[in-house]
């Protein structure tokens, strides 16, 4: 299924940074390392087919790599943040995104969608999962799991056709195969309580699903629901 042509989101900021240790805070015992504060670019930049240029992650287990070359989210989930953690200035780059869109959502957006650029060339491949250290960076520790709850967690893009891109480019959408997984879909999926196992390997079965994702839903499938909430309760407190 081929997409119409006039639907396009607005790249309202761009935004890229290397892994840096960070301030220990009140955990002075548990340093860490992260590439999620993002210094923002005002002219064009080069999108390579892991990272835009200058972009890099210290966790390259969970962070990274074909499937997660870019990192977007939406600017219209600031104001709900703003309410839901006034202390802290949310705006453009705040979650450590690649990539700030206007006018999109997670409920706009599906698994394996492919937008142009200029001549860049990138496709949907999977929600982000938050982790611990998006708490830990703003230094609240429900942030994390807030994030997960509401859904409002943003997506990584896979880049098709490397390029050149610039803030206030439009995205437009030239192809969409699989209208009935939007990344919010894909998110009420992969949190579900209880999970559903139909429903995760219908998912797993996009072929424009990140290879994580499908390997997580098709191997939780046959597994028990306690050792899926481990796994998952682990990687929002840190542990793997």
């Known amino acids: 299924m081929t997409a119409a042509t006039d639907t396009a989101f607005r790249i309202v900021s761009i935004h890229v940074g290397r892994p840096r240790a960070m301030d220990a805070g009140d955990d002075p015992g548990k340093p860490w390392t992260s590439g999620i504060i993002k210094d923002r670019v005002d002219g064009p930049i080069g999108v390579g087919r892991e990272n835009l240029d200058g ?6 287990v969970h962070h990274g790599g074909v499937d997660k070359a870019v990192l977007a989210y939406p600017a219209v989930h600031f104001p709900f943040w703003k309410q839901e953690f006034p202390d802290v200035q949310w705006g453009d780059g705040t979650f450590g995104e690649n990539l700030t869109i206007a ?5 706009k957006v599906c698994i394996g969608d492919v937008f142009e650029i200029g001549d860049c060339v990138l496709q949907v491949s999977q929600p982000r999962q938050p982790c611990w250290k998006l708490s830990r960076r703003w230094r609240l520790p429900k942030l994390a799991v807030r994030v997960q709850q509401t859904r409002r967690t943003g997506w990584y893009f896979r880049v098709l056709s490397t390029g ?10 030239t192809r969409r195969d699989y209208p009935e997984f939007t990344v919010a879909f894909a998110n009420d999926v992969m949190f579900a309580k209880p999970r559903d196992a139909a429903l995760d390997l219908r998912l797993a079965a996009c072929e424009a699903l990140s290879a994580s994702w499908k390997k997580t839903l098709t191997t939780r499938s046959g597994g028990s629901e306690s050792d899926h909430q481990s796994s998952v309760d682990a990687r929002l407190r840190g542990d793997s």
Do not use: Y
């Not at 006018?103 to 409920?107: L, P, Q, W």
């Not at 050149?164 to 959408?173: A, E, F, K, S, V």
């Open 55 to 60: 972009d890099g992650q210290a966790d390259l």
């Open 164 to 173: 050149t891109i610039r803030p206030g480019q439009c995205m437009h959408l």
């Open 103 to 107: 006018e999109a959502d997670e409920t």
